[in-house]
Nanobody, 118 residues
Framework: QVQLVESGGGLVQPGGSLRLSCSAS????????MGWYRQAPGKQRELVAR??????NYADSVKGRFTISRDNAKNTVYLQMNSLKPEDTAVYYC?????????????WGQGTQVTVSS
C-alpha cells in the first residue's frame, strides 16, 4: 500500500507563513515528481507547485511567495508559503507521480486545510 501523508495546514493571518509537508511511504520504486494542488470552495482544483529531479514550476499566483522543495532521502516534499493572502485559502493536496509495486501513476494525499484570515 502506498500513502501520502500531509501535515502543516492551519489558520494564519494575512502576511503570515506556513510550511506544508508531505511524506510518501509504501512499496515505491521511484518518485518521478511531487507537487501541491489546492481547491477553494466552488472552484476547480489547481496546480500550486511541482518539482521533478530537474525542475520546479509554480502557478503565477504564488510565484515569489511559495517555495517547493524535496528531501529525496525522506520521500518528502515541502511547500513553504510566505506572504499569505486570503485568496490562498483552500484545501491543499499533495500529489506524487510514482512508480510502485502496483502501477505507475498519480497518488494523492487526503488534503490539509489552509485558512488565511484576520
Amino acid at each position: 500500500q502506498v500513502q501520502l501523508v500531509e501535515s502543516g495546514g492551519g489558520l494564519v493571518q494575512p502576511g503570515g507563513s506556513l510550511r506544508l509537508s508531505c511524506s510518501a511511504s509504501g512499496s515505491i520504486f521511484s518518485i518521478n515528481a511531487m507537487g501541491w494542488y489546492r481547491q477553494a470552495p466552488g472552484k476547480q482544483r489547481e496546480l500550486v507547485a511541482r518539482i521533478t529531479s530537474g525542475s520546479t514550476n509554480y502557478a503565477d499566483s504564488v510565484k515569489g511567495r511559495f517555495t517547493i522543495s524535496r528531501d529525496n532521502a525522506k520521500n518528502t516534499v515541502y511547500l513553504q508559503m510566505n506572504s499569505l493572502k486570503p485568496e490562498d485559502t483552500a484545501v491543499y493536496y499533495c500529489n506524487a507521480h510514482l512508480t510502485t509495486t502496483y502501477r505507475v501513476g498519480d497518488y494523492w494525499g487526503q488534503g490539509t486545510q489552509v485558512t488565511v484570515s484576520s
